[in-house]
Protein backbone atom coordinates (compact mmCIF):
# COMPACT_ATOMS: atom_id res chain seq x y z
CA UNK A 1 0.00 0.00 0.00
CA UNK A 2 1.40 3.41 -1.29
CA UNK A 3 2.12 6.26 1.73
CA UNK A 4 -0.94 8.08 0.34
CA UNK A 5 -3.45 5.51 1.11
CA UNK A 6 -1.63 4.18 4.38
CA UNK A 7 -3.73 7.44 6.39
CA UNK A 8 -6.59 7.51 4.91
CA UNK A 9 -7.27 3.92 5.45
CA UNK A 10 -6.10 3.40 9.01
CA UNK A 11 -8.02 6.59 9.86
CA UNK A 12 -11.48 4.80 8.22
CA UNK A 13 -10.40 1.02 9.73
CA UNK A 14 -10.15 3.01 13.34
CA UNK A 15 -13.08 5.47 13.40
CA UNK A 16 -15.73 3.53 12.27
CA UNK A 17 -17.33 6.60 10.90
CA UNK A 18 -14.84 9.66 9.75
CA UNK A 19 -16.91 13.15 9.36
CA UNK A 20 -15.18 15.76 7.15
CA UNK A 21 -15.32 18.41 10.47
CA UNK A 22 -13.74 16.28 12.50
CA UNK A 23 -10.55 15.27 10.58
CA UNK A 24 -10.78 17.95 7.05
CA UNK A 25 -7.65 16.96 6.20
CA UNK A 26 -8.32 13.09 6.32
CA UNK A 27 -11.27 13.55 4.80
CA UNK A 28 -9.61 15.49 1.53
CA UNK A 29 -7.00 12.29 0.95
CA UNK A 30 -9.97 9.74 1.33
CA UNK A 31 -12.49 11.78 -1.36
CA UNK A 32 -9.23 12.06 -3.65
CA UNK A 33 -7.97 8.91 -3.49
CA UNK A 34 -11.55 7.08 -3.26
CA UNK A 35 -10.92 4.56 -6.41
CA UNK A 36 -7.42 3.50 -4.58
CA UNK A 37 -8.75 3.06 -1.14
CA UNK A 38 -11.76 0.86 -2.66
CA UNK A 39 -9.33 -1.13 -4.54
CA UNK A 40 -7.41 -2.01 -1.36
CA UNK A 41 -10.08 -2.42 0.90
CA UNK A 42 -11.75 -4.72 -1.48
CA UNK A 43 -8.65 -6.94 -1.16
CA UNK A 44 -10.21 -7.41 2.44
CA UNK A 45 -13.69 -8.12 1.55
CA UNK A 46 -14.52 -4.59 2.14
CA UNK A 47 -16.31 -1.20 0.78
CA UNK A 48 -15.89 2.03 1.59
CA UNK A 49 -19.04 4.62 1.45
CA UNK A 50 -18.11 8.16 1.10
CA UNK A 51 -21.87 10.72 1.28
CA UNK A 52 -20.30 13.50 0.21
CA UNK A 53 -23.45 15.62 0.56
CA UNK A 54 -23.47 14.83 4.17
CA UNK A 55 -19.44 14.86 4.93
CA UNK A 56 -19.33 11.43 6.45
CA UNK A 57 -17.44 8.16 4.72
CA UNK A 58 -17.50 4.63 6.84
CA UNK A 59 -15.81 1.21 5.92
CA UNK A 60 -18.44 -1.88 5.08
CA UNK A 61 -18.41 -5.51 4.61
CA UNK A 62 -19.47 -6.64 1.18
CA UNK A 63 -22.08 -8.60 0.50
CA UNK A 64 -20.91 -12.42 -0.64
CA UNK A 65 -23.55 -12.08 -3.31
CA UNK A 66 -21.26 -8.50 -4.44
CA UNK A 67 -17.68 -10.75 -4.62
CA UNK A 68 -17.33 -11.76 -8.20
CA UNK A 69 -15.35 -14.93 -7.17
CA UNK A 70 -17.58 -16.01 -4.66
CA UNK A 71 -15.18 -16.84 -1.86
CA UNK A 72 -16.62 -16.32 1.57
CA UNK A 73 -14.46 -13.50 3.48
CA UNK A 74 -13.88 -13.82 7.28
CA UNK A 75 -16.46 -10.41 9.06
CA UNK A 76 -13.78 -7.97 9.67
CA UNK A 77 -16.23 -5.19 10.72
CA UNK A 78 -17.99 -5.96 13.78
CA UNK A 79 -21.89 -5.78 13.69
CA UNK A 80 -23.62 -4.43 17.08
CA UNK A 81 -26.69 -6.63 18.19
CA UNK A 82 -28.82 -3.63 19.68
CA UNK A 83 -31.67 -4.06 22.50
CA UNK A 84 -35.33 -3.07 21.25
CA UNK A 85 -34.95 0.26 23.36
CA UNK A 86 -31.62 1.21 20.94
CA UNK A 87 -32.59 0.30 17.86
CA UNK A 88 -36.25 2.18 18.48
CA UNK A 89 -33.93 5.82 19.86
CA UNK A 90 -32.07 4.88 16.63
CA UNK A 91 -35.29 5.20 13.97
CA UNK A 92 -36.98 8.08 16.47
CA UNK A 93 -33.54 10.08 16.12
CA UNK A 94 -33.63 9.68 12.08
CA UNK A 95 -37.14 10.64 12.39
CA UNK A 96 -36.04 14.11 14.30
CA UNK A 97 -33.32 14.13 11.98
CA UNK A 98 -35.38 13.93 9.07
CA UNK A 99 -38.49 16.65 10.70
CA UNK A 100 -35.23 18.94 11.33
CA UNK A 101 -33.72 18.78 7.69
CA UNK A 102 -37.21 19.78 6.42
CA UNK A 103 -38.12 22.50 8.94
CA UNK A 104 -34.85 24.54 9.64
CA UNK A 105 -31.56 25.01 7.65
CA UNK A 106 -28.92 23.81 10.29
CA UNK A 107 -27.46 20.94 9.23
CA UNK A 108 -26.95 19.58 13.26
CA UNK A 109 -29.57 18.60 15.23
CA UNK A 110 -28.29 18.79 18.85
CA UNK A 111 -31.06 17.26 21.84
CA UNK A 112 -30.51 17.66 25.46
CA UNK A 113 -30.65 14.86 27.78
CA UNK A 114 -34.34 15.46 28.75
CA UNK A 115 -35.35 15.65 24.55
CA UNK A 116 -33.78 12.32 24.85
CA UNK A 117 -36.10 10.86 28.05
CA UNK A 118 -39.12 12.61 26.69
CA UNK A 119 -38.17 11.18 23.38
CA UNK A 120 -38.78 7.11 24.69
CA UNK A 121 -40.47 7.48 27.77
CA UNK A 122 -43.79 6.67 25.88
CA UNK A 123 -42.09 3.69 24.50
CA UNK A 124 -41.29 1.78 27.47
CA UNK A 125 -43.06 -0.01 30.17
CA UNK A 126 -44.15 2.30 32.49
CA UNK A 127 -41.93 1.80 36.04
CA UNK A 128 -43.07 2.61 39.64
CA UNK A 129 -39.58 4.21 40.40
CA UNK A 130 -38.95 7.06 37.64
CA UNK A 131 -35.58 7.21 38.82
CA UNK A 132 -35.18 4.03 37.81
CA UNK A 133 -36.46 4.38 34.01
CA UNK A 134 -34.41 7.76 33.91
CA UNK A 135 -31.04 5.59 34.98
CA UNK A 136 -31.93 2.40 31.85
CA UNK A 137 -32.58 4.95 29.18
CA UNK A 138 -28.87 7.00 30.18
CA UNK A 139 -27.55 3.41 29.58
CA UNK A 140 -29.16 3.89 26.39
CA UNK A 141 -27.94 7.16 25.39
CA UNK A 142 -24.43 6.25 26.53
CA UNK A 143 -24.50 3.46 23.76
CA UNK A 144 -25.46 5.27 21.14
CA UNK A 145 -23.04 7.69 22.06
CA UNK A 146 -20.72 4.69 22.06
CA UNK A 147 -21.96 3.55 18.34
CA UNK A 148 -21.52 6.90 17.61
CA UNK A 149 -25.06 7.83 16.59
CA UNK A 150 -24.87 10.42 19.16
CA UNK A 151 -21.62 12.84 20.22
CA UNK A 152 -21.83 15.06 23.05
CA UNK A 153 -21.52 18.63 22.58
CA UNK A 154 -19.43 20.60 24.90
CA UNK A 155 -22.66 22.07 26.37
CA UNK A 156 -23.82 19.85 29.12
CA UNK A 157 -26.25 17.38 28.94
CA UNK A 158 -26.77 18.61 25.12
CA UNK A 159 -26.22 15.38 22.05
CA UNK A 160 -25.43 16.22 18.49
CA UNK A 161 -27.74 13.58 16.28
CA UNK A 162 -24.63 12.33 13.93
CA UNK A 163 -25.67 12.63 9.79
CA UNK A 164 -24.30 8.48 9.41
CA UNK A 165 -27.74 7.33 10.85
CA UNK A 166 -29.52 8.09 7.56
CA UNK A 167 -27.52 5.13 6.83
CA UNK A 168 -28.11 2.54 9.66
CA UNK A 169 -31.61 3.51 8.97
CA UNK A 170 -32.74 4.46 5.81
CA UNK A 171 -35.91 6.09 4.27
CA UNK A 172 -37.89 2.77 4.05
CA UNK A 173 -37.44 1.63 7.60
CA UNK A 174 -38.33 4.93 8.57
CA UNK A 175 -41.81 4.68 7.31
CA UNK A 176 -42.05 0.85 7.91
CA UNK A 177 -41.69 2.08 11.59
CA UNK A 178 -44.06 5.18 11.19
CA UNK A 179 -46.78 2.50 9.93
CA UNK A 180 -46.28 0.21 12.32
CA UNK A 181 -46.27 3.28 15.13
CA UNK A 182 -49.75 4.18 13.32
CA UNK A 183 -51.05 0.57 13.92
CA UNK A 184 -50.00 0.63 17.58
CA UNK A 185 -51.86 3.61 17.86
CA UNK A 186 -54.77 2.68 16.63
CA UNK A 187 -54.75 -0.77 18.33
CA UNK A 188 -54.27 2.00 21.50
CA UNK A 189 -57.13 3.90 20.96
CA UNK A 190 -59.65 1.04 19.44
CA UNK A 191 -58.56 -0.57 23.24
CA UNK A 192 -59.16 2.53 25.43
CA UNK A 193 -62.29 3.00 23.71
CA UNK A 194 -63.70 -0.57 24.07
CA UNK A 195 -62.37 0.13 27.77
CA UNK A 196 -64.95 2.24 28.30
Do not use: C
Not at 38 to 58: C, N, Q
Not at 123 to 141: E, G, K, M, T, Y
Amino acid sequence: MSDALTIPVVHLLRAGVLYQSDTPAVWEQIVSQQAAIGDYLSVMGLDIVIDRAEGYAYVRQQDLDSRDDGVPVPRLVTRHRLSFPVSLMLVLLRGRLADSDADSADPRLVLTRDDLVEMIRGFLPPRSNDAQLVDQIDAHIKKLVDLKALRQTKQTGAYEVRRHIKALVDAQALNDFNDLLATYRDAASTTAKDDT
